[in-house]
């Protein structure tokens, strides 16, 4: 006799993991800073200890897509808690630069198990409309927890709490996620789904996911890129680095869990376009900017990143169903593998530029700000692509797509 399968309790679990990733995510670009001055890191070095998190995750959420239905979700999170567990440790008593990179790793390989788990589990628990709401109300935890990791962060670092201290704090939602899914009932797969490897590979040669593949790319990078520099990049324009976070990921953590309501007036098409609109501004004004200013851009900017990755999520598991666990694992990790490639590339930007400044002899009144400003702007392009990509993408829909009618919206509750 099967168990019941415990709807809530899975989804809070898939809640507090996500939540472990966005304080890994927070906590890392807080104490960036100190690890620099402790290893005497260059920004390129600090690029690329960044890039393992990334890396780490596509590895994972790759793997993790191909064998889904041969071992589950729950074994998937074993291995995340294991992962976690050894990433946050080594981190702690990292040696150097290539101690923090293995270290790195570990924490983005937990990381991109998260997602491989929970994304398909949440979408077996769900359909239609709902499960639009609840991805989005789930990936409302990554900068749910990022808000969280930002503001102890910075407390944690004003009141001189060293780097060390901060990350143990991560072992918190780490171990009680592990509780709360130890013996728990998962449930079967959407038979759709799950009914071949071969069959998942071949949908994923569709147009649509083709299309989403590329711009899965983009979207990433639009996020993550400056986010994850934030603690330097902002750190000479008049506004704290760590608040700016903390109200960038506040407002996509409300923005998510109204996603429901914000879809169904703009469907996912239009959210996407919307979200580019959006990012494009907040970017730029980031990069012209200063003062209290910086949180006017950090709005625009949350609003505009918002909805990218769970309505890509989603978008993909919708429209191109029998892609599987495997496709929403690859798109998800193409994501992640693109923003891994430019963390090094971004250090080398903010390295050269204040080169470049020096080298000339120009007096500038604060090269720190002019470099990372500069940078900013570079990293408008990518989102101001995704403007004519999301509209050609919205016109193309709007004439071929019919969405599935659900008439029932539930959970599910057995197994």
Same mark, same amino acid.
């Given at each position: ?37 402790? =290893?005497?890191?260059?920004?390129? %070095?600090?690029?690329? #200890? ?10 994972? $959420? ?25 990433? @946050? ?27 491989? /788990? ?61 509780? @709360? ?10 038979? &759709? ?9 071949? /949908?994923?040669?569709?147009? @649509? !996911? ?12 639009? &996020? ?9 990049? $902002? ?21 998510? !869990? ?19 609109? !959006? ?28 909805? !990218? ?15 599987? /666990? ?35 002899? %120009? ?9 990372? %400003? ?7 392009? =990518?989102?101001?692509?995704? #403007? ?15 969405? &599935? ?7 599910? &509750?057995?197994?």
């Amino acid at each position: 006799m099967s168990k019941q399968v415990n709807s809530n309790a899975l989804f809070l679990g898939s809640c507090l993991a996500l939540i472990t990733t966005g304080l890994t995510f927070s906590i890392r670009a807080g104490i960036l800073p100190q690890l620099g001055a402790s =290893f005497n890191l260059s920004a390129e %070095q600090l690029g690329f #200890i960044n890039s393992m998190w990334f890396l780490g995750f596509p590895i994972s $959420m790759i793997l993790g897509g191909l064998f889904y239905y041969k071992i589950g979700p729950a074994n998937i999170m074993r291995i995340a808690f294991v992962s976690h567990t050894l990433g @946050i440790i080594l981190t702690i008593f990292a040696t150097g630069y290539t101690s923090l990179l293995v270290s790195t790793l570990f924490i983005g390989f937990g990381n991109g198990c998260t997602e491989a /788990a929970c994304n398909p589990l949440i979408a077996d628990l769900y359909s239609g409309k709902r499960m639009d709401k609840m991805l989005n109300r789930f990936h409302m935890w990554f900068p749910g927890g990022i808000v969280l990791g930002s503001l102890i962060s910075k407390f944690m670092t004003d009141f001189g709490a060293s780097w060390q201290t901060q990350m143990w704090i991560i072992m918190v939602p780490t171990i009680l996620y592990a509780i @709360i899914f130890w013996g728990k009932a998962f449930p079967e797969a959407k038979q &759709e789904a799950a009914a071949s490897i071969s069959n998942n590979f071949k /949908a994923m040669f569709s147009p @649509i !996911f083709i299309f989403l593949f590329c711009c899965m790319a983009l979207t990433a990078i639009s &996020e993550f890129g400056p986010q994850q520099w934030v603690g330097i990049i $902002m750190a000479d324009s008049g506004a704290s680095p760590m608040l700016i976070l903390a109200l960038v990921t506040g407002v996509m953590a409300v923005g998510r !869990f109204f996603a429901g309501s914000v879809i169904k007036v703009l469907g996912q098409t239009g959210v996407l376009l919307f979200s580019a609109v !959006f990012a494009t501004i907040g970017v730029y004004l980031f990069s012209v900017v200063t003062g209290g200013m910086a949180y006017v851009a950090a709005i625009f900017f949350a609003v505009g990143v918002c909805y !990218f990755w769970p309505t890509m999520i989603a978008t993909t598991a919708q429209r191109v169903p029998l892609s599987g /666990a495997l496709g929403m694992s690859i798109i998800g990790g193409v994501g992640m593998f693109s923003t891994s490639i430019f963390q090094p590339i971004i250090g080398r930007w903010i390295d050269k530029s204040k080169e470049t400044v020096v080298a000339t002899g %120009q007096t500038v009144e604060n090269i720190d700000l002019a470099v990372g %400003q500069a940078t900013l702007a570079k990293l408008a392009i =990518f989102p101001a692509i995704l #403007i004519v990509v999301f509209l050609f993408f919205y016109i193309w829909q709007k004439r071929t797509y019919k969405p &599935e009618v659900h008439p029932e919206d539930s959970p599910v &509750e057995t197994a």
